[in-house]
């Protein structure tokens, strides 16, 4: 930990266990994640700056003054969500959406932090019953700790990505080098909804993502560089800015959704 910091834990107050990769929000920009034993740092000069703190299945805790309380707990959300599993699953049919291939654009979150998601829509063409299987994505990482955070959002009423669905953490280690990273959504039993589905990859602000510039050793963004496709307008791709959803009308995420029945 660098000197003049001060290291905060946060914790589910039912079970007192580590909330891994929960957001932690500053003048509603997102300061921090929480790493795997759900710890974060803030600076000595910070203990009296209100800050937010939000995690997957928590409920969020508003103006919270550090001061010299090292562990903060969150209270668990009980959010009863639309039931989207109808039917059970057979397994006898796979369907690909989506095309892997290497983009002509590389997509990162820079030290500035204002883009926390990237991801896309997913609509469903189908007719049938079908569940979501696999996720895979293209992306260039220069480390072999990388890790992003899946999530898997329901289509708002303006078709943009609403709540979500998923009540765990997806976490994703992203390969060294330039290669398809594989994640596995079968155990949810998420059913495919009609109206369509996002799927988004959730950058964290970890010391362990954080790649320096070769000529500004000042400078740095956080891994994994997602490969993208250039359009000349909208097609498929969001990303969370500053807190605020946006469409992108530049590039098209590579990202394919696996189906099953």
């Keep these: 930990m660098v000197h003049g910091q001060v290291s905060v834990t946060i914790k589910s107050k039912e079970t007192g266990e580590p909330i891994s990769y929960a957001n932690v929000w500053k003048s509603n920009k997102i300061y921090a994640s929480s790493d795997s034993l759900g710890t974060f740092s803030i600076g000595e000069n910070e203990l009296n700056i209100p800050f937010k703190i939000s995690a997957l299945g928590y409920k969020t805790k508003d103006s919270i003054l550090i001061n010299e309380a090292k562990t903060i707990y969150l209270e668990e959300d009980f959010i009863e969500l ?14 690909k959406v989506g095309k892997l291939k290497n983009g002509d654009v590389g997509v990162v979150s820079e030290m500035n932090k204002e883009t926390a998601q990237i991801g896309r829509f997913f609509s469903n063409d189908s007719g049938e019953t079908l569940f979501l299987d696999k996720f895979r994505f293209k992306a260039i990482c220069a480390t072999r700790n990388c890790i992003v955070n899946i999530l898997i959002y329901a289509v708002g009423k303006n078709g943009e990505p609403a709540e979500i669905i998923n009540r765990n953490n997806i976490p994703c280690k992203v390969k060294k080098g330039h290669h398809i990273n594989e994640v596995d959504l079968s155990d949810l039993n998420i059913q495919f909804p009609p109206e369509g589905i996002f799927i988004m990859v959730n950058y964290l602000f970890l010391e362990q993502n954080k790649l320096f510039g070769n000529k500004n050793e000042n400078w740095y963004y956080y891994e994994p560089s997602i490969d993208a496709a250039s359009v000349e307008s909208y097609t498929d791709t969001w990303y969370n800015y500053n807190n605020e959803w946006k469409k992108n009308d530049k590039y098209s995420v590579c990202f394919q959704l696996s189906l099953t029945n």
């Excluded at 639309?82 to 369907?95: G, M, P, Q, Y």
């Design 82 to 95: 639309k039931e989207v599993l109808l039917s059970k699953k057979v397994n006898a049919k796979k369907i």
